[in-house]
């Protein structure tokens, strides 16, 4: 059973940073596409940054240059480093986790639809 725990959300001061980490069970990381989504209140679940199983990342542009995706396959751990964080950056930020077909371009693949295992997420607050 695919089980993934976010943590190190919080409350931080606008410019600050958070990294948050996505600690996943049940499978081997390698094998798998992650992508970190929020969602604020009144607001559709979006895509913030993701990883292909083979190499790549993709970010929305209003997180590029601010926001990093990483993994540590050793560790099972996906993170998600955020710096220069907004107000608009508040939301409730999920880890998930699949094995995207083949030939998703890295492009489109950090579309939450993709995506069937989710961690319960946590909830970042930026304000001063």
């Known amino acids: 059973q695919l089980q993934l725990v976010e943590s190190g959300g919080g409350l931080v001061q606008p410019g600050g940073s958070l990294r948050l980490s996505c600690a996943v069970s049940?499978?081997?990381?390698?094998?798998?596409?992650i992508g970190w989504f929020r969602q604020a209140p009144g607001k559709e679940r979006e895509g913030v940054s993701c990883?292909?199983?083979?190499?790549?990342?993709n970010s929305a542009d209003s997180v590029k240059g601010r926001f990093t995706i990483s993994r540590d396959n050793a560790k099972n751990t996906v993170y998600l480093q955020m710096n220069s964080l907004k107000p608009e950056d508040t939301a409730v930020y999920y880890c998930?986790?699949?094995?995207?077909?083949?030939?998703?371009?890295?492009?489109?693949?950090?579309?939450?639809?993709?995506?069937?295992?989710w961690g319960q997420g946590t909830q970042v607050t930026v304000s001063s």
């Open positions: 049940g499978f081997t990381l390698d094998y798998y596409d």
């Open positions: 990883s292909r199983r083979g190499g790549g990342t």
């Open positions: 998930a986790a699949d094995r995207l077909r083949w030939d998703t371009h890295v492009q489109a693949m950090c579309v939450s639809n993709l995506y069937n295992s």
